[in-house]
């Protein structure tokens, strides 16, 4: 049985592709496109997922779409008659696309698929928590999802079972953590749907002086975690904008103009709403423990990616165990629905299902061809050889390209598709920011850690292979990692595993041999307002425009000083900034 799940038209469209229950193929079409976070109909993702499965649109048994359109849509429309005279901007941009595009998904699905089988809808909450409890190792468990709106729940905890999942409770519009949070990411200046986790990177560097503030004027938390806003400070259940001039007045400061300066306010702010935040995900976990009686927790919706979040939820030890889907955004939806269908449909136990290397990937011989027909330099070679002389150039103040087998799904570059340096040296966080990724300079970078060395450096509880909970460095190696120990001595940890990432443990692993140090500075192999790269030319272009000294492509091995300037030069991009 093959099932087609997709997720499109609010941001970062994505498809997946379930054969006999388990998962193959999954890609967001941003990858594809290269807009990031594209939210159109995710045309290249699902021929992408229908190839590497070597099937064709006519041999689905069905597709599954992660949303249910027209109780969205009757939620739109009412909160426009709720504010009609505010409402009518909006609703005159809003309904032309509604009309021709967003109510329509059976038709684009068979004008674009030419498929004429059964299309299947889900509700967005319940895609975000079967994409979370499906994916995780779990028989049994509590699930929450939190994220700004779905069709008009913007949370939900249930219980997941085998092959079943049940929702207990929802939180509803227009009353949203995620939609909070994203408030203030538009009141900081930063762009909505997309830079949260920038608000989450700034937060360290300031204090919460203003969580009282937004307690008492903008949030209402309840005991079990769901929160009343205060509609007066926001605008976005009526308008184009998130905040407006009685947020202004409620802070005494005027919104940040994008890319001006970061001042301390800011970052008190930031500080200020990631505090309010974790306040609420908490009470919501000690209250679905308390509600469920499980000892293992799943996380999905966008608000599961905040990795702070997560990180003292693990700590509070609530929960045993915890999981955080990989792809908790409206891409892990795609996910989600489509697993959610085989399960019902074919009754079949639980299955695991691991979200390493269910990307696209490429040959050594489709590598070569690219850099042959291109006139590009390169080492050809063993495999281990190139693994050892790039963790010896790393080791000597480098920064490596990594682009291997099949990319990550999610917005984490776990190893796949990574830029990679060393974390002893102190200058090489403002180096990459300045340097490779032309972004701001607060932004912290992650450790990649052999995961059988993990505890020697942090205070994790629990493996973390997919970068999403925060964890303290241990005060013995604060000075020995600084370049990926945050301002607030926490970092944003991933641990490898040999068996889930053979290439990057091994090189992680050589690293130690030269060093004694079991780490590595990881981050997404792309530059500021680009998507991860996904094939062999978009690496090398970002290889040419960037201070990547060396590109490691599968066996093939590319030094810059081997590259000439006019190569360079024809393959360079230019830089963009959102």
Not at 454 to 464: K, M, N
Request: hydrophobic share 40%; proline share 4%.
């Amino acid at each position: 049985m093959k099932i087609l799940g997709i997720s499109c038209f609010y941001h970062d469209a994505a498809a997946a592709l379930v054969v006999d229950g388990q998962l193959v193929a999954a890609a967001s079409e941003e990858r594809f496109s290269r807009i990031k976070q594209d939210p159109e109909f995710p045309v290249q993702a699902i021929k992408f997922c229908l190839e590497k499965a070597g099937s064709r649109a006519a041999e689905l048994d069905y597709v599954v779409f992660y949303d249910k359109p027209f109780t969205k849509f009757d939620r739109i429309i009412s909160g426009y008659m709720a504010t009609p005279f505010k409402s009518f901007k909006s609703f005159r941009l809003a309904m032309p696309i509604w009309l021709r595009q967003k109510l329509w998904i059976s038709s684009i699905i068979d004008k674009e698929l030419d498929y004429k089988g059964e299309i299947l809808y889900l509700p967005h909450h319940l895609s975000h928590a079967a994409g979370a409890f499906f994916g995780s190792p779990f028989e049994q468990s509590a699930i929450l999802t939190v994220d700004g709106v779905g069709e008009w729940a913007t949370a939900s905890y249930g219980i997941g079972d085998n092959n079943k999942i049940k929702l207990i409770k929802e939180m509803h519009y227009p009353h949203s953590v995620g939609l909070l949070y994203s408030a203030l990411t538009y009141y900081l200046g930063f762009q909505v749907n997309s830079a949260e986790y920038k608000v989450m990177g700034l937060a360290p560097y300031g204090q919460p002086v203003y969580q009282e503030l937004i307690e008492e004027h903008l949030v209402r938390i309840c005991d079990d975690g769901s929160i009343f806003l205060n509609m007066e400070y926001f605008d976005y259940h009526f308008g184009q904008t998130m905040t407006g001039k009685k947020m202004e007045q409620l802070f005494a400061m005027p919104r940040r103009t994008p890319e001006s300066d970061i001042e301390i306010f800011h970052e008190n702010v930031a500080a200020s709403i990631q505090a309010v935040t974790e306040k609420i995900v908490l009470k919501m976990a000690a209250h679905i423990r308390e509600e469920t009686g499980m000892k293992r927790l799943c996380l999905s919706g966008g608000v599961a990616l905040n990795c702070k979040v997560n990180g003292l939820l693990l700590k509070q030890g609530l929960f045993d165990e915890i999981y955080a889907q990989p792809a908790s955004g409206d891409a892990g939806g795609a996910v989600g629905a489509a697993l959610y269908t085989h399960y019902q449909i074919s009754g079949e136990d639980k299955k695991n299902q691991p979200f390493f290397t269910i990307g696209p990937s490429y040959s050594g011989d489709e590598i070569k061809l690219f850099l042959d027909d291109n006139k590009i330099k390169y080492r050809a070679g063993e495999l281990d050889l190139h693994i050892k002389y790039a963790a010896e150039q790393i080791a000597d103040g480098k920064i490596l390209g990594l682009f291997q087998n099949g990319m990550e799904f999610g917005p984490r570059a776990l190893g796949f598709r990574s830029i990679v340096a060393d974390p002893r040296n102190n200058q090489m966080k403002e180096k990459i920011n300045a340097a490779v990724k032309y972004r701001e300079q607060f932004r912290p970078f992650a450790p990649a850690v052999l995961e059988e060395k993990a505890e020697d450096y942090f205070d994790c509880c629990a493996p973390a292979p997919y970068m999403l909970f925060n964890f303290n460095v241990n005060k013995s190696k604060q000075d020995i990692i600084p370049a990926v120990t945050h301002v607030d001595n926490s970092s944003r940890i991933q641990t490898v595993s040999k068996s889930d990432n053979p290439v990057f443990h091994q090189l992680i692993s050589e690293f130690e041999k030269l060093t004694d140090v079991s780490i590595l500075l990881n981050t997404s192999f792309n530059m500021r307002g680009y998507p991860i790269v996904n094939s062999p030319v978009e690496a090398f272009e970002t290889f040419c425009t960037g201070g990547i000294d060396i590109l490691l492509m599968g066996s093939t091995l590319i030094v810059k000083d081997d590259i000439s300037a006019d190569i360079i030069n024809r393959f360079r991009l230019d830089k963009k900034f959102d």
